[in-house]
């Protein structure tokens, strides 16, 4: 953020945005967030039917289920270990905080096949007789949510006499996927196209999100047709700290403006989510902010035609490609990185590969410029249609090489020496 203080006002509001720009995604876009369920199951501790426990867990998460959707306090707190003070604390704020979130669909599925294995830690703070099978949240947020979101939990359960409660969420390594809901009280701002959830504390700059991405739904539908839900929902954490819990892992948002993410169930992406992070997306103008959630939504559109073999190039690319339409900013400006590169004779040799896209990569300014110019050119070359069409084949299965030669008559090596050509030309 120091390289910003020595460049001009004038120029202030699209080089924050592009310089944000620059580090958002980082494979968070495409692939599905850290939150999707790990593969790696522990291990497989019973029988299932022959198992006592499964009808008492089970019964045990419809009560929690049926606490939600009855908006019953009690009754939710009922299913949670009366010895688990600041558990019990935490667990009547997320239903407190829930009670303004439009949920449906509240349910638990309970996999008792795999648990987590003898634990001596969670043995010394829950007792003997614990369990922590493998437990998935799902519900919808009503009207954005065509499927359920599919969420791990990681709870412990606990019997106390003759009743079963939930002990913990955070006894694990893998710690359960953090809402909103559980980070405080929730404020719910709907838009035409966008449902925007964020803190009190986070005031009209959800009405302001919810806006600018009720104007960008339309941009995009522009250029990628209507084939998608036409609903965005917008998660606004008040700190960056926040921000990295509810996407999970260890990523550097520090650069960041705003991330897209989903869930994975099997190979279907649900739950779709875009989460600004607010200290940089305050920075932002009118412009960037612009930029930047037109980019979100066009992930959001374009999920369900991603592949996982899509390159990043391509994904980001394109999001950047809507992102900047009509934006009326020169391409000397918005990859002044790229042309500083090119200017000193350092064109780049092929397409950026999907590692450059990496958040610690101290280029990533210049790989993110090149993959919009180089939709750009096809767009150019071929018209926005050719580009969708483009893309779609890509996220069909088509190879890039198969795709640009059936859809737009030319290959790999010659748009690739295309592409170093506009580069130097555009750049220079
Ligand atoms: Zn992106």
């Known amino acids: ?151 791990p939990q990681h709870l412990t359960f606990v019997s106390r006499g003759d009743r079963w409660y939930v002990a913990a969420d955070d006894d694990f390594a893998d710690r359960t996927a953090r809402g909103l809901w559980d980070e405080g009280p929730v404020r719910v701002v709907r838009g035409r196209s966008s449902l925007v959830l964020g803190h009190p504390s986070s005031g009209a700059l959800l009405r302001t999100i919810a806006t ?73 103008g009118a412009l960037g902010r612009r930029v930047v959630l037109t980019h979100e939504v066009t992930h959001v559109a374009t999920r369900s035609a991603t592949a996982a073999g899509t390159p990043t190039w391509l994904v980001e690319g394109f999001a950047d490609y809507v992102g900047y339409l009509d934006a009326d900013v020169s391409s000397r400006v918005a990859a002044q990185e790229l042309r500083a590169q090119v200017r000193r004779g350092r064109l780049p040799a092929a397409l950026p590969a999907d590692g450059d896209f990496d958040g610690g990569n101290p280029r990533l300014a210049q790989v993110y410029e090149q993959a919009w110019l180089a939709a750009v050119l096809l767009a150019r070359r071929h018209g926005a249609p050719k580009l969708v069409a483009f893309y779609r084949a890509v996220g069909s299965g088509l190879s890039v090489d198969g795709a640009l030669r059936s859809v737009l008559g030319t290959d790999l090596a010659t748009f690739t020496s295309d592409w170093r050509r506009d580069l130097r030309t555009r750049l220079a």
């Open 212 to 284: 600018a991405v009720d104007a960008a739904v339309p941009r995009v539908s522009a250029v990628w047709g209507r084939q998608w839900s036409q609903k965005v929902v917008v998660l606004v954490p008040s700190t960056q700290r926040e921000l990295q819990r509810l996407v999970g892992g260890s990523g550097d948002y520090s650069r960041i403006a705003a991330v897209a993410t989903a869930e994975l169930t099997g190979s279907n992406p649900v739950g779709d989510r875009i989460l600004v992070n607010p200290p940089n997306f305050r920075q932002l």
């Open 1 to 151: 953020m120091t390289r910003l203080a020595v460049r001009s006002t004038r120029l202030l509001a699209v080089l924050v945005a592009l310089e944000l720009l620059a580090g958002i995604g980082s494979g968070l876009a495409l692939q599905s967030s850290p939150k999707a369920p790990a593969a790696a199951a522990p291990l497989r501790a019973s029988v299932p039917h022959l198992d006592p426990r499964v009808p008492l867990v089970t019964a045990l998460l419809g009560a929690r289920a049926d606490a939600i959707a009855r908006r019953d306090r009690a009754g939710w707190l009922a299913t949670v270990d009366p010895t688990a003070t600041s558990f019990r604390a935490r667990q009547a704020r997320l239903f407190d905080a829930l009670q303004s979130v439009p949920v449906e669909g509240w349910a638990y599925e309970l996999d008792p096949e795999h648990t987590q294995p003898a634990n001596p830690a969670v043995d010394s703070r829950r007792g003997d007789g614990w369990w922590a099978p493998r437990v998935t949240l799902r519900y919808r947020l009503a009207g954005y949510d065509a499927l359920p979101t599919a969420e």
